[in-house]
């Protein structure tokens, strides 16, 4: 290969492309390239030669995360809560509505939940399966 000169081609590896292409010579220190112009995505990044590019993972590096088990997406506290309710009972969500604890109500984003406490004059805090929702409620 021909000795690096700045606005000259070299064959570098583009991150973006993930290909070795031809790139112009944009920077270079101590007779070495250290930045270079893609010619086909017009990227200008640091100059990764081809050993860079092909270079493997050391052996020192953190190890693969082993999969996890899968979680139940239902807390174990709303299964409790919800235990010996009527699904039937549970009425749309609106924050026209008035709602006391062990209410159940359907929300349209968040499903069916049941009211586990009142949060001030116009709150109340509702126990759907992922989360608790701090919502409005008598407008």
Same mark, same amino acid.
């Not at 200008?44 to 999969?67: G, L, M, V, W």
């Not at 239902?74 to 609106?94: E, Q, R, T, W």
């Not at 924050?95 to 604890?101: T, V």
């Given at each position: 290969?021909?000795?690096?000169?700045?606005?000259?081609?070299?064959?570098?590896?583009?991150?973006?492309?993930?290909?070795?292409?031809?790139?112009?010579?944009?920077?270079?220190?101590?007779?070495?390239?250290?930045?270079?112009?893609?010619?086909?995505?017009?990227? %200008?990044?640091?100059?990764?030669?081809?050993?860079?590019?092909?270079?493997?993972?050391? *052996? &020192? @590096?953190? !190890?693969? /995360?082993?999969?996890?088990?899968?979680?139940?997406?239902?807390?174990?506290?709303?299964?409790?809560?919800?235990?010996?309710?009527?699904?039937?009972?549970?009425?749309?969500?609106?924050?026209?509505?008035?709602?006391?604890? %062990?209410?159940?109500?359907?929300?349209?984003?968040?499903?069916?939940?049941?009211?586990? *406490? &009142? @949060?001030? !004059?116009? /709150?109340?805090?509702?126990?759907?399966?992922?989360?608790?929702?701090?919502?409005?409620?008598?407008?």
């Amino acid at each position: 290969m021909a000795e690096a000169v700045v606005g000259r081609d070299i064959d570098a590896w583009c991150n973006k492309c993930k290909l070795e292409l031809a790139h112009i010579v944009v920077a270079m220190v101590d007779g070495v390239p250290v930045k270079v112009l893609c010619k086909t995505c017009r990227s %200008e990044h640091r100059y990764k030669s081809k050993t860079a590019a092909t270079r493997k993972k050391s *052996a &020192s @590096a953190a !190890p693969a /995360k082993s999969p996890r088990a899968p979680q139940s997406t239902k807390s174990s506290d709303y299964i409790i809560a919800m235990k010996g309710k009527d699904l039937g009972d549970a009425v749309p969500y609106s924050p026209k509505g008035q709602y006391q604890p %062990e209410d159940l109500v359907v929300h349209p984003k968040f499903g069916v939940g049941i009211v586990t *406490a &009142s @949060a001030g !004059p116009n /709150k109340i805090d509702v126990m759907f399966d992922t989360e608790t929702k701090r919502l409005v409620h008598g407008l």
